[in-house]
Structure formats: C-alpha cells, structure tokens
C-alpha cells in the first residue's frame, strides 16, 4: 500500500548558504531531510549535435536538469549568445530532476549554438550544456532547360535571272498524316496537401526523433511511397525524402500510381543513464509508484507531462537513476512514442516525484492506449528486488486537432 507522501523546502541557513544546499522534506518519520549540494547538472536530449533544420521549421530545444531542488530560480534558454526563454520559477515542485522544452523557429541560414543553464537562488548555476545546429534554405527551383532554335528553313525558289530548271519527280513519298490522338488521360502524380503544421522523420515511426524538419498547413509536395497498412507516407522534402504522420494530409492524383515502402527499421529506444555512485554493501530496492498525466485527459499530437512516484524501499541510499516512459497503442500492443527522464538522491524509505517528462503522442486517437513506466531500465543500480520496477497507466488519447 502506497501512503501519502508529504514534501517541504526548507530553505538553507546562513552558514550553509555559501555551499548551495537545497533541502528537500523525504517523507521520513521524525522529518529526516536529504540534502542537494553543488550546482545543477544540465542535459540536452534535442536537438541532437550537428543535426539539420530547414529554415522556418520547428527546432524542439528539450533539456533535462538534475541535482535539482526548489531553489532552482529560473533556466535560461539561449540561441547564439541570446536569451530566447527565460523561464522562472521552472521548478515549483521541488523535485530533484525535472524537464524544460522550447519550441525554436529556425532562423537565419548557417550554423547556431544552442544552450541551456540552470540558476539557483544564490545566483549559482549549471555549466551551460550546449549543441550545434546548422540551418539550410529552400533552393530555388532549377531554371527551364532552354530550347534549341530551329535551323532557318531553305528556300527552293531560284535566284533573280536564272533559269528555271525541270523539276524532277520526289522520289520519296509523301508523308504520312500522323496518327489521331487517344483519349487515355494521363495518370497524374500523387500529391500531399497538409491540413495543419507536421513534423518531417527519417522513417515512418515517432520513435525517429528527433524530426528532420517540417511542413506548414497547406503546403504540398510529391508523394515518393507509403507504409503496408498506410499509415505513414514517404514524400520529397526539400531536396531529400521524409516521412510524414498519413493522418495529417490529404491525398491527390492517382494514389494507385503509390509504391510501397516498409521505410528503415524503427529505432530501439535506449535511455541515457544517469551516473549512479549507491554506497558499497547496501540495500536498495526501488519500486514504481503512482503515475499522473498532466492533462488528465492528452490530446492527439499535443504534448502532455508524465508525473512518476519512485520510491527506495531499501535500506541504503541511492544517488539518482533514469526512467523510461513508453506509449503502447492497447489495440495491438504496438509502441507509438517513448521518451526518457530521472529521478534524484532518495534516502531509505522515501518517495520522490520525478517531475515533468514531456511525452507527444500523435497516432490511433479516440483510443485506450497505455503509460509504461520502468525505473533504471538499463538495470545500472543493484537491487534486491528488480520486480517492481515497472507500472502502468491506461487512458484515452483524445483526437484534439488531428
């Protein structure tokens, strides 16, 4: 049985303020605390490094802070030694690890540093964890191949005073009327024309992340291929190939002219660990607690927050771990997104919340699907126990605007 867990900051006395200490209330009987020393750790899970954008296109900035606490005053986002999203109060939970995402319109053709900081109260902060993007213009289109002029036509008349001589006979007969045209139209190509903003992939699956661009609502362009079941289509984008969700665009010309393509194998999700240092000859044992979605109720192709409780039900402390969060479709048990978060130092017997993950989902909307949850899933901490480490959340993805 899960109880109640109760949290408070307390916050730093004078004598330890020169240490940035963070305090955190564990839960413990008798209001045992543990105690989050030293700077913030910052890193980037998107973009990826040396990654390529179309100008214009949506670059998702997602950053993952650890060796948090409450007093984490604000984190700032920066793009090219600019401020582009500060964002205060980031952390009101207080939770040891917590997510910041931001979506950047990319701007200005060559390459971009992209950067993410920490700050504490005390005015402390993180070393910046920073990636570098380059942005690519759309081409212009090819000028028309010139035509040749035809060669100047020779005149069979004689000139001025000659004379005329006997035309002998054409001894190649005349030409022939050429054939009457048939009715048989011409099969048009087939065409993508987007009902709202998507995102482009490398293949047809969410799981190839992050995407390589964008297209905005109303924009079309060719079709090159589609999945067997129909559900992704491969189309020309700017002067290379993606693959765009088929629910998001409409279909003209003749789509029997349409290939089909099983596209790239989906990638294997593999969480980044996070450097866990447990105490020699201890006791750990970590369990997966309540999950909470934030909406309740996610939309189709909106981002929402997974909240997950992790709690050490050993007797020795742990000093942080990853978790993954996997979308499972319940129809067909098939994954349709999965992201990665982290969770803090926990003291024996205390609970702690992991803080916002960001997770979109974008496929089989109006239907049950199901949270995944497992804690250090690449088995890095020991454990007496590993059979606990897993839970689950079923709810309805509503179809929002998809």
């Known amino acids: 049985m899960w109880k109640s867990v109760w949290r408070a900051a307390l916050a730093c006395g004078l004598a330890l303020s020169l240490s940035a200490c963070n305090l955190l209330a564990s839960g413990l009987p ?95 902060s993180s070393a910046p964890a920073t990636v570098n993007i380059s942005v690519v213009g759309i081409s212009s289109s090819p000028s028309p191949t010139p035509t040749t002029a035809a060669p100047p036509s020779v005149s069979n008349e004689p000139p001025p005073g000659a004379q005329a001589q006997p035309t002998a006979a054409p001894t190649n007969p005349p030409p022939t009327e050429p054939p009457p045209p048939t009715n048989t139209p011409t099969p048009s190509k087939p065409v993508a024309s987007f009902n709202q903003g998507v995102n482009v992939r490398s293949g047809p699956s969410t799981l190839f992340n992050p995407p390589i661009g964008s297209f905005a609502a109303n924009q079309t362009t060719d079709i090159l291929g589609r999945t067997p079941d129909g559900s992704w289509y491969k189309v020309r984008y700017y002067n290379a190939e993606g693959w765009v969700f088929g629910q998001l665009l409409t279909v003209s010309g003749d789509a029997s002219l349409i290939p089909i393509d099983p596209g790239p194998p989906t990638p294997t999700l593999t969480p980044t660990p996070v450097p866990v240092t447990p105490t020699p000859n201890t006791n750990i044992d970590l369990v997966a607690g309540s999950i909470r979605l934030e909406p309740a109720a996610p939309k189709c192709n909106q981002t929402f927050n997974v909240f997950v409780d992790v709690a050490n039900f050993g007797t020795g402390p742990v000093n942080g771990g990853s978790i993954s969060i996997q979308d499972i479709a319940v129809r067909d048990g098939t994954q349709q997104q999965a992201t990665s978060g982290a969770f803090g130092t926990i003291q024996p017997g205390q609970t702690v919340s992991s ?12 239907e049950r699907h199901k949270i995944v949850v497992i804690i250090d899933p690449a088995n890095q901490i020991p454990e007496t126990n590993e059979g606990n480490n897993r839970a689950e959340l079923e709810y309805t993805l509503d179809k929002g605007s998809c």
């Open 30 to 124: 008798g209001g045992q605390t543990t105690t989050i020393s030293g700077p913030p750790v910052v890193r980037l899970a998107a973009p990826l490094p040396n990654a390529t954008y179309l100008e214009g296109v949506a670059v998702n900035i997602q950053a993952q802070i650890s060796n948090a606490g409450q007093d984490i005053s604000r984190v700032e986002i920066v793009v090219d030694g600019t401020i582009v999203a500060p964002i205060a109060n980031p952390n009101a939970a207080g939770a040891p690890a917590f997510t910041v995402s931001h979506s950047w319109p990319a701007a200005g053709v060559g390459q971009h540093a992209i950067s993410v900081t920490a700050f504490r109260d005390d005015g402390s």
């Open 355 to 366: 803080g916002a993950i960001p997770i979109t989902v974008s496929t089989y909307f109006n």
